[in-house]
């Protein structure tokens, strides 16, 4: 699944399948009820074979991640407690869950449980590892101290960011895509300039783009062809817009 690499790499997010995709399900889109159905690599299975799964591609991982790399991996209640699970049962410790509030989800038509409005990020590292954590970043953003005087507070574990905007969907869309403005943060906190980035379900790459943007490396993985020409059009537009800034 994961191709061999030649270096190790400093940092992977993965956003696995939920395994959610039927041909019942149904959700909100611009305020019309829409069909839920992602494709065949999103359909349901048994817990023990999505268990399996995710013990399979997170050991590769394992296995290219540096001793003081970190992994995130995103996910809501039908995958994330397994990944847990599997993140712990090889060797894993997490250092963090985070919780992804969507300030903006859409409603849930049936009425019959609360409306989902979140997903979980797990943050983890290898057993005594010493993980690169940018404290002055997640406590004072890209500014200047002595801008933000009052800023004080730590960066909590409850992080509110709108679902990705249409703007970034302009080369293509992808029934998942994660907003720019989370893979920034996590790319900023957690990783040095010029890091190795893995993402292995990298879809429309929202994590390349967040790293090439601040001066990492990247690489991305997807079995989807038609995701990866998305990848492609959105990297040639970031690279676009750079020649258009430097004039």
Known sequence: MIPELKTKVNMIFADPPYHLSTEKG???????????YKGEWDEPSTSQQQLQFHMDWITVCRDILEPNGTIWISGTHHSIYLCGYALQELGFDIINDICWYKPNAPPNLSCRYFTHSHETLIWARKKNAKHTFDYE???????????LKNRDKQMRSVWSIPTTPRREKQHGKHPTQKPL????RIVLASTEKNALILDPFTGSSTTGIAAYQQGRRFVGIDRELQFLEISKRRFKGCEKQATLNRF
């Open 26 to 36: 149904f959700s909100v889109h611009a305020g019309k009820r829409v069909p839920v």
């Open 137 to 147: 970043y997640t406590k004072y953003g890209n500014f200047p101290k002595d801008k």
């Open 181 to 184: 403005a989370l893979l920034e």
